[in-house]
């Protein structure tokens, strides 16, 4: 995913897919884009079956009118690039967050229990205008590094990245 991902109309997807194609192989399909908040909710299977970790949201700051607030490619790759310096995760929260908070924790229990997901996984919301989520994506191979969403969330819930592989070894 870039800036270039998005189209503006849907007279415009046929030559973007066929663009993707050409440049990368491959099959491409096309979702529609959620503006709007971020977030990843992590889970890690223990004793008790898979539990959330505490949830993170990706902060666009700085992002100029315009610019499509999406995590990709650079954003996640290329340290010098502007998306990559301005898309920090946090973890805090307000008072006011926590409805919704809540209902994505449940969205993302449902959606362990639906898929049987097991040892680790991660899923992505993305929550409209109107505060509603949307699941972007259930990564169940998410990235393990000491510097990746995954790690962090971990840190935040008080687990060693040691400790997580030692439950996911054993789930």
């Given at each position: 995913l870039?800036?270039?991902?998005?189209v503006a109309t849907a007279n415009a997807l046929p030559a973007r897919l066929a663009e993707r194609q050409a440049r990368y192989g491959g099959s491409w399909f096309a979702e529609r884009y959620i503006d709007g908040r971020e977030f990843n909710l992590a889970l890690l299977e223990g004793p008790q079956g898979m539990t959330l970790l505490p949830p993170a949201e990706i902060v666009f700051h700085d992002y100029p009118p315009?610019?499509?607030?999406?995590?990709?490619y650079a954003a996640k790759w290329d340290e010098h690039s502007f998306e990559f310096?301005?898309?920090p995760r946090r973890f805090d929260f307000a008072a006011a967050d926590q409805p919704l908070l809540r209902q994505l924790n449940e969205l993302a229990q449902r959606c362990s229990a639906l898929f049987g997901l097991r040892g680790y996984a991660r899923v992505d919301?993305?929550?409209d205008a109107h505060n509603q989520p949307w699941v972007l994506e259930i990564n169940t191979n998410p990235c393990l590094s000491p510097d990746a969403g995954f790690a962090a969330a971990l840190a935040q819930a008080g687990l060693s990245l040691r400790a997580a592989v030692a439950h996911i070894v054993t789930a």
């Open positions: 870039d800036d270039n991902s998005l315009g610019k499509p607030r999406i995590v990709g310096q301005n898309t919301f993305r929550v």
